[in-house]
T-cell receptor, first 113, second 111 residues
Framework: GENVEQHPSTLSVQEGDSAVIKCTYS??????FPWYKQELGKGPQLIID?????GEKKDQRIAVTLNKTAKHFSLHITETQPEDSAVYFC????????????FGTGTRLTVIP | DAGITQSPRHKVTETGTPVTLRCHQT?????MYWYRQDPGHGLRLIHY???????DKGEVSDGYSVSRSKTEDFLLTLESATSSQTSVYFC??????????FGQGTRLTVV
């Protein structure tokens, strides 16, 4: 099955700085890569996703890049704010969409005011 | 939370007892999923359903069973709970072309 590795496990940044979280995947058939944000006591919520026919996608302060050749994808958050503090999970799906998601182990992001 | 309700939200049970967790959705999504979340493991798929009475195993299905008799309800049963099943359980729903929407989670402690 698919194996997704995520780094770093914890990340602290000063407010206003950028944060980058990286993931690698093993199954070349994976074609859908979502990123989820989980706040304390809540379920994960999608913040951005990318499909394998696109190399980069941006939504305001959040961007995701995908390198299919190297099998890695990254989340970039610019101008970080305290409310960005949360646990972030990457995932990969060999079947596309919400079906059969394999998750990374998570990154706890702390934005220091 | 895309109309997903998990019950109970918290439960403490004894080793060897059966436990059923319920997921109810109002989105009419075809797919429903049960994940468990443990430190250092992220979220791992237990079972999923692609329609009424259609279910399949996920990555960590041993010790768990599921049932889906209606589109809106997906039940997860631990036939005989063990301490290794202490975890936070998340239900999710979605379609082939959409993201997965997660519920608020159920914290289960097996003592």
């Amino acid at each position: 099955g698919e194996n997704v590795e995520q780094h770093p496990s914890t990340l602290s940044v000063q407010e206003g700085d950028s944060a980058v979280i990286k993931c690698t995947y093993s199954d070349s058939a994976s074609n859908y890569f979502p990123w989820y944000k989980q706040e304390l006591g809540k379920g994960p919520q999608l913040i951005i996703d990318i499909r394998s026919n696109v190399g980069e996608k941006k939504d305001q302060r959040i961007a995701v890049t995908l390198n299919k050749t190297a099998k890695h994808f990254s989340l970039h958050i610019t101008e970080t704010q305290p409310e960005d503090s949360a646990v972030y999970f990457c995932a990969a799906s060999p079947r596309g969409g919400a079906n059969n998601l394999f998750f990374g182990t998570g990154t706890r992001l702390t934005v220091i005011p | 939370d895309a109309g997903i309700t998990q019950s109970p939200r918290h439960k403490v049970t004894e080793t060897g007892t059966p436990v059923t967790l319920r997921c109810h959705q109002t989105e009419n999504h075809r797919y429903m999923y049960w994940y468990r979340q443990d430190p250092g493991h992220g979220l791992r798929l237990i079972h999923y359903s692609y329609g009424v009475k259609d279910t399949d195993k996920g990555e960590v299905s041993d010790g768990y069973s599921v049932s889906r008799s209606k589109t809106e309800d997906f039940l997860l049963t631990l036939e005989s709970a063990t301490s290794s099943q202490t975890s936070v359980y998340f239900c999710a729903t979605g379609t082939v072309n959409t993201e997965a929407f997660f519920g608020q989670g159920t914290r289960l402690t097996v003592v």
